[in-house]
């Protein structure tokens, strides 16, 4: 058991909640947040050893308030996932200032935030910080020029960290989902768009939230203490095929 203490962002649900609950099968304890707070209330009401804190990680006074309560709970901070986000899909045409400032204060602002206020704490630790980026920060998609440069940004963000905060020890690393089986994807993703992921992804089928979560927790673990700067693509190896790959097994 370890006295470890994660603080995990957009934790009321998917790749989050399933974060969540894998660092508290390691012993870890685990700082919730997220801004539903009746979805943060629901998830968190069974899990022990945990701290749900309702909050918008866009909003630096709100940041400010995570910080409070985790110090003021747990008196440390050993490492932090930064997994918020918003997706939010449109044609470049019919993305407005107003579209893409949503996506950015969350994806990238919130990653940025939270990050700075983290860094004074994981520099006693000598912790870790995870970015959840996305498939589409490494590669051009249709009706995502807001998301995917969001996500682009959190790669290079997370490149930046490790640069400058490698000499307190504090390691940073980022993960890059693929196409996930949560319930808001299956939900609006047609059998077209299912079988076209397929084709396309060398595994030939979708990851689950506990893959991904099981690759962030292993970055915050003393197993990966060599290990920063890294952009980790969990998906199925779609990323690594570039184009041509479903015409060729046809």
Known sequence: MTEKVAIVTGAARGIGLA???TFLNEGWRVV???RDGEELEVASRDLKNTLAVAADVSIE????????????????????????GVADFGPIEETDFKRWRRVM????????????????YL???????????SISGLRASTLRVAYG?????????????????????????????????????????TQDII???????PLNRYGSEQEIAEVICFLCSEKASYVTGQIVAADGGFEATGVGLPALRK
């Open 149 to 189: 440069t969001s996500k682009a940004a959190v790669i290079h963000l997370t490149k930046q960290q490790a640069a400058e905060l490698g000499e307190y020890n504090i390691r940073a690393n980022c993960v890059c989902p693929g196409p996930v089986r949560t319930k808001l994807a299956m939900a609006v993703h």
């Open 105 to 120: 204060e969350t994806n990238l602002d919130g990653v940025f935030l939270m990050s700075q206020a983290a860094t004074p």
């Open 195 to 201: 079988d076209a992921y397929h084709d396309a992804i």
């Open 61 to 84: 006074s709100e940041v400010e308030h995570v910080f409070k309560e985790t110090i003021d709970r747990f008196g440390q901070v050993d490492a932090l996932v930064n997994n918020a």
């Open 19 to 21: 974060t969540t609950k």
């Open 32 to 34: 919730m947040v997220d």
């Open 123 to 133: 520099k006693s630790s000598k912790g870790a910080i995870v970015n959840i980026a």
